[in-house]
Structure formats: structure tokens, C-alpha cells
């Protein structure tokens, strides 16, 4: 019992040991953040204005259509951010302390969340860790001062919200709203749609009967996502004319290519942003691949790069094969068949989420529903098991930033 205690003991050091190397990460970054790294903040300006086109871009993922520059992501996260450059304006340098914020947050509405289906205190604090630090969670925020990885952590707090609502709040009508706002955040967002109708059905009714009752919770869940939907087709016909278009068709222009131009534009210009020629790459690093560290020099010596593909899903994060273990009931069956559908739409997308170096930043597009399932599936006598697991993870996140830190320096 005495060595089963300090075991225990060691373990809970080392897991806060490495929280906090992770969490002084993100702080520096917070400290070194600067001006003119964001275009949400000129999405937001444009906003203040009255327009929906900007003036600039700080990053390449902009549109031009018609003479106007239009920023191609969904815009809630520039309305999120609206108040601070009406103070500061468009070089506002605070993106890290909102992803900071909603970071915690996150992990705050997490460990709700846990306790409410049946965790103890512990698991829901391991919980938690490993969704925040041995996931995509924490990379998403040490990078909040970039527009991809903003709108990801956004996404993840409104996700995180839409269950929060569903388990500890009990509002079918919260839940849409937040889905509503993730999809304006994160397209793919609205497939969790069919998890929530099951998951808000009584046990003891058939999710396909059509009755009062269903009609209603059908309208609650549905009302804001269908106006989200309703928002998001009219702010692209506005822009580019066509309700389906969200200006992907207009970045990459071929007039502007070089050959210093990296591989995700010449995928875009050239084969498009879905294709099959995309699958054997996506499955490979979402499945396979490891961390990858290049050497140079006669000797192979010198440190040269890092893979930033990232690593497979399972050397990443292998806690995430507790999902398996799961009662696989109808809410299972659902949280699947939507943990299928977005990660199968990704592994035919010309990006895994470059850049990243642990598992990819996409599979948070559907990780929010896996750690549900995991949560329910680990015993009390699994507790020290998953540490390790989540121990791991986070160990490689740790390396493989501090390499990329060498490569960058």
C-alpha cells in the first residue's frame, strides 16, 4: 500500500511538473506577442466600420474578389475580439491573453462536465490535463496570435459550451445557440447536430419517433443553427455572390506564384482543396507517422528541422484509446458516426493543420465528443494507467516544442 501511495505520488508530481512547463509556454508567449499577426483584428475593424472587406492581411489565407481583400474564415471569432480594437485597434497584440482566457475557461466548464456524468474529483483533474495539455488544445492557444489557431481555441470553448449546456445546464435551447456560434467559427461544428437530438432523447424513447416532444426538441436544438446557417450564406453571397462560397476559390491567385511558394498553396492552385491525392498523406499522419526530427551535415549531426505535420493521433494522445473501451449505446453509436464524418472530410482536405507538432489541430473539430467516452470508460483502477498515458502525451509535446524551439531560434 505504502509503494502504491508514493507510486501515486510521483505521478501526480510529474503530471503537474509538466502542466506547468506547458502552462510557463503559453505565458511567455503571452509576454512576447506582438502587433500585426492576426487578420481577425482587421476583420473586426472592418466590422466597426460597417464593411466587410479590410485593407490588408497579415496572413496569405486572404481573398480577393473584385478589387476588395475579404478574410475567408467565419466570423464570430472577429466579433469575440470587436471590443478590444474598438479600444486599441487593428494592432491590437492581445489574441494570447483571450486564448489564454478561454483556455481556462475551457478546462474550467471540462471539469463540470466530468463531475456531472459520474467522475470523481481525481479523474475529473486528469481529465482535464489531458484534454487541455496532452491534446491539440495547447498548441491551438500557444499560437492563439495567428488566425488559424485562434479560430480553433474559439471553436473548442464553444463546442465545450454546447455539452456543457447539454449535461450541466440541460438547455437543448444553449446548446444550439453555442453549435450556432462554433459553426460561424468552425464550419464542420453544425455535424454535431445529430449527437445532441440523440443524446437530449429519454432513454426509455425511440430517437426516431414523431411525436410533440421530439418536434420540440427538434425546434430548440435547430432554431439557432439554422439561423447561423441562414447568417453564414448570406455573409459569403454578400461578399462573393454565391451563398456556398467562402472565398477559398480566390486565395493562392496563379499570377501570384513563385517558386518559394510552400506546398499547401501549390496544393490549393493546383489540385484543390479537397481531393483524393490528399488521403494517403492525411492517413499516414493521422494514423502512423512519429515524431520526425531532420539532421544535416557530413555526419548527420546538426539539427536541421521538424516534421510540422505532427505526429499519429494514438503516439500523440494514446489515452484516447480508453474511447474503445466505452459502453457502445446509441449515444456511442452517434458520437462515432460524427467523429467519422469530420475526420473522413479531413483526410480529403489539402491541409492536416500545418503547422503543429503533436497530433493534428483538426482532429479538435471532433474531439470534444471522444473525451465524453473516454471519461465514462476509464475505472478507478485505470486511473494510474491513463496518468501515464496522458504523462506520455504530454512529455511529447514538450519535446517536440522544445526542438522546434532549437530549429527556430
Same mark, same amino acid.
Given at each position: 500500500?505504502? @509503494?502504491?501511495?508514493?507510486?501515486?505520488?510521483?505521478?501526480?508530481?510529474?503530471?503537474?511538473?509538466?502542466?506547468?512547463?506547458?502552462?510557463?509556454? +503559453?505565458?511567455?508567449?503571452?509576454?512576447?506577442?506582438?502587433?500585426?499577426?492576426?487578420?481577425?483584428?482587421?476583420? #473586426?475593424?472592418?466590422?466597426?466600420?460597417?464593411?466587410?472587406?479590410?485593407?490588408?492581411?497579415?496572413?496569405? &489565407?486572404?481573398?480577393?474578389?473584385?478589387?476588395?481583400?475579404?478574410?475567408? /474564415?467565419?466570423?464570430?471569432?472577429?466579433?469575440?475580439?470587436?471590443?478590444?480594437?474598438? =479600444?486599441?485597434?487593428?494592432?491590437?497584440?492581445?489574441?494570447?491573453?483571450?486564448?489564454?482566457?478561454?483556455?481556462?475557461?475551457?478546462?474550467?466548464?471540462?471539469?463540470?462536465?466530468?463531475?456531472?456524468?459520474?467522475? &470523481?474529483?481525481? !479523474?475529473?483533474?486528469?481529465?482535464?490535463?489531458?484534454?487541455?495539455?496532452?491534446?491539440?488544445?495547447?498548441?491551438?492557444? =500557444?499560437?492563439?496570435?495567428?488566425?488559424?489557431?485562434?479560430?480553433?481555441?474559439?471553436?473548442?470553448?464553444?463546442?465545450?459550451? #454546447?455539452?456543457?449546456?447539454?449535461?450541466?445546464?440541460?438547455?437543448?435551447? @444553449?446548446?444550439?445557440?453555442?453549435?450556432?456560434? *462554433?459553426?460561424?467559427?468552425?464550419?464542420?461544428?453544425?455535424?454535431?447536430?445529430?449527437?445532441?437530438?440523440?443524446?437530449?432523447?429519454?432513454?426509455?424513447?425511440?430517437?426516431?419517433?414523431? &411525436?410533440? #416532444?421530439?418536434?420540440?426538441?427538434?425546434?430548440?436544438? @435547430?432554431?439557432?443553427?439554422?439561423?447561423?446557417?441562414?447568417?453564414?450564406?448570406?455573409?459569403?453571397?454578400?461578399? /462573393?455572390?454565391?451563398?456556398?462560397?467562402?472565398?477559398?476559390?480566390? $486565395?493562392?491567385?496563379?499570377?501570384?506564384?513563385?517558386?518559394?511558394?510552400?506546398? +499547401?498553396?501549390?496544393?490549393?492552385?493546383?489540385?484543390? =482543396?479537397?481531393?483524393?491525392?490528399?488521403?494517403?498523406?492525411?492517413?499516414?499522419?493521422? /494514423? =502512423?507517422?512519429?515524431?520526425?526530427?531532420?539532421? *544535416? %551535415?557530413?555526419?548527420?549531426?546538426?539539427?536541421? %528541422?521538424?516534421? #510540422?505535420?505532427?505526429?499519429?493521433?494514438?503516439?500523440? @494522445?494514446?489515452?484516447?484509446?480508453?474511447?474503445?473501451?466505452?459502453?457502445?449505446?446509441?449515444?456511442?453509436?452517434?458520437?462515432?458516426?460524427? $467523429?467519422?464524418? +469530420?475526420?473522413?472530410?479531413?483526410?480529403?482536405?489539402?491541409?492536416?493543420?500545418?503547422?503543429?507538432?503533436? +497530433?493534428?489541430?483538426?482532429?479538435?473539430?471532433?474531439?470534444?465528443?471522444?473525451?465524453?467516452?473516454?471519461?465514462?470508460?476509464?475505472?478507478?483502477?485505470?486511473?494510474?494507467?491513463?496518468?501515464?498515458?496522458?504523462?506520455?502525451?504530454?512529455?511529447?509535446?514538450?519535446?517536440?516544442?522544445?526542438?522546434?524551439? !532549437?530549429?527556430?531560434?
Amino acid at each position: 500500500m505504502q @509503494a502504491a501511495t508514493v507510486k501515486k505520488g510521483l505521478l501526480v508530481l510529474v503530471l503537474l511538473g509538466l502542466s506547468a512547463i506547458l502552462v510557463g509556454a +503559453i505565458a511567455m508567449r503571452v509576454i512576447g506577442e506582438e502587433a500585426g499577426s492576426n487578420s481577425y483584428a482587421l476583420l #473586426a475593424e472592418a466590422f466597426l466600420n460597417g464593411k466587410l472587406s479590410v485593407e490588408r492581411c497579415f496572413d496569405g &489565407d486572404c481573398a480577393v474578389f473584385n478589387g476588395q481583400t475579404y478574410i475567408i /474564415f467565419p466570423p464570430v471569432p472577429a466579433l469575440l475580439v470587436m471590443p478590444f480594437v474598438a =479600444l486599441w485597434g487593428a494592432d491590437f497584440a492581445h489574441f494570447m491573453v483571450i486564448s489564454l482566457a478561454l483556455f481556462v475557461l475551457t478546462g474550467a466548464l471540462w471539469w463540470q462536465i466530468f463531475l456531472r456524468i459520474g467522475c &470523481d474529483n481525481a !479523474l475529473a483533474a486528469l481529465l482535464v490535463v489531458a484534454f487541455l495539455f496532452s491534446t491539440p488544445v495547447h498548441h491551438v492557444t =500557444l499560437r492563439g496570435d495567428s488566425i488559424w489557431f485562434f479560430a480553433q481555441i474559439v471553436a473548442v470553448t464553444l463546442i465545450t459550451l #454546447a455539452i456543457w449546456s447539454a449535461f450541466v445546464w440541460r438547455s437543448p435551447i @444553449a446548446v444550439g445557440l453555442f453549435i450556432g456560434l *462554433a459553426l460561424l467559427t468552425r464550419q464542420m461544428s453544425i455535424l454535431y447536430m445529430p449527437f445532441f437530438f440523440v443524446l437530449t432523447t429519454p432513454a426509455d424513447r425511440s430517437i426516431f419517433a414523431v &411525436d410533440r #416532444a421530439a418536434i420540440i426538441r427538434l425546434l430548440k436544438l @435547430a432554431l439557432f443553427p439554422a439561423l447561423a446557417i441562414a447568417i453564414y450564406f448570406a455573409y459569403n453571397y454578400v461578399r /462573393f455572390g454565391d451563398m456556398l462560397q467562402t472565398g477559398y476559390a480566390y $486565395i493562392f491567385p496563379a499570377e501570384q506564384a513563385t517558386d518559394q511558394d510552400n506546398f +499547401i498553396e501549390f496544393r490549393v492552385r493546383e489540385v484543390g =482543396l479537397f481531393s483524393k491525392d490528399y488521403l494517403l498523406y492525411n492517413v499516414l499522419y493521422m /494514423f =502512423l507517422q512519429g515524431p520526425h526530427v531532420e539532421f *544535416a %551535415g557530413k555526419y548527420l549531426t546538426e539539427l536541421k %528541422g521538424l516534421d #510540422a505535420g505532427g505526429v499519429a493521433l494514438f503516439i500523440g @494522445a494514446p489515452f484516447l484509446l480508453f474511447y474503445f473501451l466505452a459502453k457502445w449505446d446509441r449515444n456511442f453509436l452517434f458520437a462515432s458516426l460524427t $467523429i467519422l464524418v +469530420i475526420a473522413g472530410v479531413t483526410l480529403f482536405y489539402h491541409s492536416n493543420g500545418f503547422a503543429q507538432y503533436s +497530433i493534428q489541430r483538426y482532429t479538435l473539430d471532433w474531439l470534444p465528443l471522444a473525451m465524453l467516452f473516454v471519461a465514462v470508460a476509464v475505472r478507478n483502477e485505470n486511473k494510474a494507467i491513463l496518468g501515464l498515458l496522458v504523462a506520455h502525451g504530454m512529455v511529447l509535446t514538450i519535446g517536440m516544442q522544445g526542438v522546434a524551439f !532549437l530549429v527556430n531560434r
